[in-house]
């Protein structure tokens, strides 16, 4: 485990992280809004 | 056991904290007295680990339901067992009476049980299957770790904890904050949060009253809650690599890639079916209901907005099919997530397309497949080999416990739901678990959590490990 | 005179068994989540009586959330908007206090389109039938033996096992 977790790159990563969830919950409301549409 | 026993201390619940004070001592006698008689001067070989690791978890089953038992909410041991199982494997389906009136010191205990089992099983998972199952498990950063385990298993095990305590830490406050907002008092806000934030990140479930998620009326403390337990389901070791500076590997990974998915996939399923029967009014509640449960299904959580017999009476018979499938297929490997794990579900597909190439190329053309994980890996026959095989071995525990349910009158669609969901530790109900549910189902679905969680490797040592002890047993006597 | 009399009888009679069955027409049938929720489709939009012991209260900006529950496992959320007149609650559900159990009336949504797709009653009135009250929750003397004898048991056993030589030479 060459590279190294400093306090400034794991924060960044969590951010990284948070925001790649929401973008996924995001998809989700927007298939929920398509099909609604289709409907 | 001493944090809720604190935690009872906190609230004045003095009879809750003696139960726990009793169980510490019992834990602490049973594990001296089997210390005392079984010390020996031989180290441990792997098989020896193997059956440890997965005789420990019976002890600890047993051992943790102790605090449930006095606390009377428990209608018989097997149903504590139950439980501690459930909290352990981070599955979530419970059989525990009146929820809403327990103590903190218990709700404590048991969204501790999903946080520990969850972190447990993040370490045993890296460190105990690195190198086994022909490649399928090479989830660490860097090359050959079969040599130096040992320096690299405290490594690991403290930047699981790491992470995850930061992240406790974070959520308890997020949610404690959202909490508050929403109306709970202040001091009891941020148990709510660390309570939530362990059923998240851990994907247990559990919430601390019987309405699950409901008791909040809150779509804040809901969308908190999907955020972490989306993060909860990742692989570790796709957590160290991006909070090490890789952050593109989130797009990269193939599990990643294949659990957004397949999540896409299974709610348009979802959304098929609760359109076609007219369940919501609008988009908004649709997502609402219909993304979270699917969400919580997929990630192997096992929280839920709805009620469990909505899934029956109102979603459906496909809208149930689909969350199955979401279950079953689950979350990342070397995660707190169940289920065949996204990263089996890549190479997978990956092995069929690479098949298809092959038929489709000339006879002399050399055609590989490649699947990325952390770096770039060649998809050999013995990865999907391995992927294949533990995918078919959940898919016969799912169909097993299925099978009991409908044996016992459940209809299909409720009993395969059920089952699916201990299998892959989920922990979303659609009614079937209950108290007075048959025996023998409680016991498969223990088993099918045991297993599930295990991921079959243990569970098959230490049954092989008693059959041949006993084998040689019987020679023993024959040549006596 | 006599037919007077009679006729108060008769009124009175008469009174004595309409009462009740204009009281429960007035006083919509009290049902359980479990019947909510089995039958969500059934009682969608109907007004419907609960009964149950608060949980909690979570005040918010347009009325106030009560989480009520009313059996083993079983509590329905049930919403009281603001111009509804709420009762004082004394006690909520606590471990060591038993919550009033409130009686409401209102209208059962299967999916309620305020609350995003809850499953909730709206009320429209709100009654406290008993007050809550500290429960005893007293420790079990057995309890305590079983504490002490273990406690007991247990310094046995980690003495023999910390004086055991075996003990040194393993570290």
């Known amino acids: 485990m060459r590279a190294t977790v400093s306090p400034r790159r794991g924060f960044l990563g969590m951010l990284t992280e948070v925001a790649f969830a929401c973008g996924l919950i995001g998809l989700g409301f927007v298939v929920s809004w398509l099909f609604f549409l289709g409907r | 056991m001493v ?49 440890i690791a997965a005789g420990s978890w019976l002890i600890a089953m047993v051992l943790s339901g102790v605090p449930y038992m006095l606390s009377g909410h428990m209608k018989s041991f097997l149903d504590a067992c139950f439980d501690t199982m459930s909290g352990y494997t981070t599955t979530g389906l419970f059989l525990l009476q009146d929820l809403d009136h327990i103590s903190q010191g218990l709700n404590m205990w048991r969204h501790l049980l999903t946080y520990v089992g969850g972190q447990g099983i993040v370490v045993l998972a890296l460190t105990f299957l690195i190198g086994s199952t022909g490649g399928a498990f090479k989830i660490m950063v860097g090359e050959g770790k079969e040599e130096k385990l040992e320096p690299n298993v405290r490594h690991i095990a ?168 979401a279950m079953a297929i689950g979350a990342s490997a070397a995660s707190t997530g169940g289920g065949f794990k996204g990263l089996r579900m890549g190479i997978i597909v990956k092995g069929i397309a690479t098949d298809i190439r092959k038929l489709l190329s000339p006879e002399r053309a050399v055609v590989t497949g490649h699947y990325h994980h952390l770096r770039d890996s060649v998809l050999s026959e013995g990865v999907v080999k391995s992927a294949a095989l533990i995918v078919v071995l959940y ?86 | 005179m006599k037919k007077l009399c009679a006729m108060l009888i008769i009124v009175a009679l008469a009174v004595l068994i309409a009462a ?39 005040v918010r900006e347009d009325g106030t959330w009560m989480n009520l529950s009313d059996g083993n496992n079983t509590a329905m959320g049930v919403f009281v908007p603001k111009g509804v007149t709420m009762p004082v609650i004394s006690y909520t559900e606590d471990y060591r206090t038993a919550g009033d159990v409130v009686l409401i009336t209102g209208v059962f949504h299967r999916v309620c389109v305020q609350h995003e797709g809850e499953t909730d009653i709206h009320a429209v009135s709100v009654t406290v039938l008993t007050r809550g009250s500290v429960k005893a929750n007293p420790i079990h003397p057995d309890r305590v033996v079983w504490f002490v004898v273990l406690a007991g048991l247990l310094g046995l056993v980690m003495w023999l096992y910390y004086r055991k030589p075996g003990h040194e030479t393993k570290d």
């Open chain 2, 3 to 51: 944090i809720p026993m604190v935690t009872s201390l906190v609230f004045r619940e003095w009879a809750s904290a003696l139960d726990f004070a009793i169980s510490v001592i019992l834990t602490l006698l049973v594990g001296y007295t089997l210390a005392l008689i079984s010390r020996t001067k031989n180290t441990p070989g792997l098989t020896h680990a193997m059956v």
């Open chain 2, 158 to 325: 403290v930047l699981i904890w790491r992470i995850s305590l930061i992240y406790l830490g974070v959520g308890t406050v997020v949610l404690g904050l959202i909490a508050m907002a929403n109306g709970i008092k202040p001091y009891l806000a941020f148990f709510h949060g660390a309570y939530i934030f362990m059923s998240a990140w851990s994907t247990g479930g559990f919430a601390p009253y019987s309405q699950n998620m409901l008791y909040y009326h809150s779509s804040a403390m809901e969308i908190a809650s999907m955020v972490f337990f989306i993060l909860g389901s990742f692989n570790f070791a796709l957590h160290y690599a991006v909070w090490s500076g890789n952050r593109k590997e989130i797009l990269r990974n193939v599990e990643i890639v294949s659990f957004t998915i397949t999540v896409l996939t299974t709610f348009s399923l979802v959304c098929l079916a609760l359109i076609q029967r007219g369940v919501y009014p609008n988009a908004v509640a649709l997502f609402r209901r219909g993304f979270f449960q699917l969400i919580s299904g997929h990630t192997t959580t096992g929280q839920s907005n709805i009620y469990a017999r909505t899934f029956v009476r109102e979603w459906g018979p496909l809208g149930m099919l689909a969350t199955t499938i």
């Open chain 2, 395 to 480: 898919i016969l525990i799912y169909v097993v416990g299925a099978v009991v349910g409908m044996a016992y009158g459940y209809p299909m669609a409720d009993a395969l739901f059920e089952s699916v969901s201990a299998g892959s530790n989920t922990g979303l109900s659609c009614g079937v678990t209950q108290a007075t549910m048959p025996t023998l189902m409680k016991i498969v679905y223990i088993l099918e959590m045991w297993m599930g969680r295990l991921e079959f490797l243990s569970v098959f040592t230490l049954f092989g490990f008693i059959a041949t002890s006993f084998r040689s047993m019987r020679h023993g006597k024959a040549a006596a």
């Open chain 3, 20 to 58: 009740p069955v204009l009281a429960s027409a007035a006083q919509p049938l009290v049902l359980s989540t479990n019947e909510l929720v089995e039958n969500s489709y059934k009682w969608d939009g109907k007004t419907v009586s609960f009964k149950g012991e608060v949980l909690d209260l979570m």
